[in-house]
């Protein structure tokens, strides 16, 4: 069991309470790609009717044919880049640019892009997983630079709904603490238009975003130093603008998260339910378990493995010797869980492509 916070018995409860589809599924252990011919079988032998128990409101729709994703902010990082508490990634999907994320400085992501020979003046979209500083600083600078070389880049930013809900210090609560309520007017008088999400969206063929994801699993993956407000009432910050960006394809979804404030267990399940019903082919980013207990982390890696994920590049907050653990979880190898260090890839059809320091 993960210990529970208060927010975590109220977590508690909406799993006690959810439906028994997915009690039955995570009991007897069947991935969801095969729950068709499994209720197929269960109407066979009880001459009941399941079709209610389909996961109905999965997405179905474009595929992707070709993807890659390159680390361009993480915590490692060898030869002439550098790390940083932060992530970025440039995502390429079927000739479309997205950055996923911006990095904590103002000019890492632009400097590893230059050593990696990565072209960013490509990017019209970014998608921010949440708020925080590590994930947002360098977007400003990003866009300054690239409009230099290509003036129509970055025309849209895609965030869920909560992202910009004001945030005070607990212990100092006259100390407004969300950064982009003020970096928002700024960004905007440079021609560039916030997309507000409250739900799964489709924002390229086969790219989705998650939107909020909702905290089905007592996944506590937040600090307590902020709070948010919501509705007019100040609560503990829970991160409730965390979302994913999602890749479809025919050999399953490939998953970006930011830090997983979520919970990367409950993101991965709402992907799933909603946006793709197949195993995890691909998931990277950070998981934020840098700091986990080892009971955290058995539950974490028994419920990917239920998943099916099967590949893992994480880096960032998700910690190096929980990543390993993970990694022996899942029975994945060094070929398909590596740490995403700066300069690593992921390309669809081929794997993980590990920098050295990553290897």
């Not at 899942?330 to 390309?347: D, I, K, M, P, Q």
Request: net charge negative; with cysteine.
């Amino acid at each position: 069991m993960v210990s529970l916070s208060a927010a975590g018995e109220i977590e508690l409860e909406m799993i006690m309470n959810f439906s028994i589809r997915r009690v039955l599924i995570r009991r007897v252990m069947i991935r969801r790609a095969t729950i068709k011919n499994f209720l197929a079988l269960l109407s066979l032998v009880t001459g009941l009717t399941c079709t209610t128990w389909s996961h109905a409101n999965a997405a179905v729709g474009d595929t992707a044919t070709e993807a890659s994703v390159t680390i361009l902010s993480s915590n490692l990082a060898n030869g002439a880049a550098v790390g940083e508490w932060g992530l970025s990634a440039l995502v390429q999907v079927d000739g479309q640019c997205i950055l996923f994320d911006a990095g904590r400085y103002p000019d890492t992501v632009i400097r590893n892009a230059e050593v990696l020979n990565v072209d960013l003046s490509c990017v019209t979209d970014v998608v921010l997983s949440h708020f925080h500083f590590d994930h947002t600083t360098g977007l400003i600078p990003i866009i300054e630079n690239l409009r230099e070389i290509n003036p129509d880049a970055i025309r849209r930013v895609h965030v869920a709904a909560g992202f910009f809900a004001p945030r005070r210090v607990v212990s100092q609560s006259a100390i407004a603490a969300n950064q982009m309520i003020d970096e928002r007017s700024r960004i905007e008088a440079m021609g560039v238009e916030f997309l507000v999400h409250e739900q799964a969206t489709e924002i390229f063929p086969a790219v989705w975003v998650s939107g909020p994801v909702e905290r089905l699993h007592p996944e506590t993956n937040y600090g307590t130093a902020l709070e948010v407000s919501l509705d007019g009432e100040w609560v503990r910050d829970h991160l409730p603008e965390s979302q994913a960006l999602v890749i479809r394809t025919d050999q399953g979804p490939i998953v970006l998260l930011g830090c997983g404030h979520s919970g990367v267990v409950n993101a991965l399940s709402q992907i799933q339910e909603q946006i793709q019903d197949e195993a995890i082919h691909a998931l990277m980013g950070g998981l934020h378990l840098f700091a986990a207990s080892d009971e955290t982390l058995n539950w974490t890696a028994e419920n990917l493995k239920e998943i099916g994920v099967q590949n893992l590049m994480a880096g960032h907050c998700t910690g190096i010797e929980p990543l390993m653990r993970l990694r022996a979880g899942l029975s994945l190898n060094r070929r398909t869980a590596v740490v995403g260090a700066v300069g690593s890839r992921f390309v669809l059809g081929e794997g993980i492509f590990p920098t050295a320091i990553a290897m």
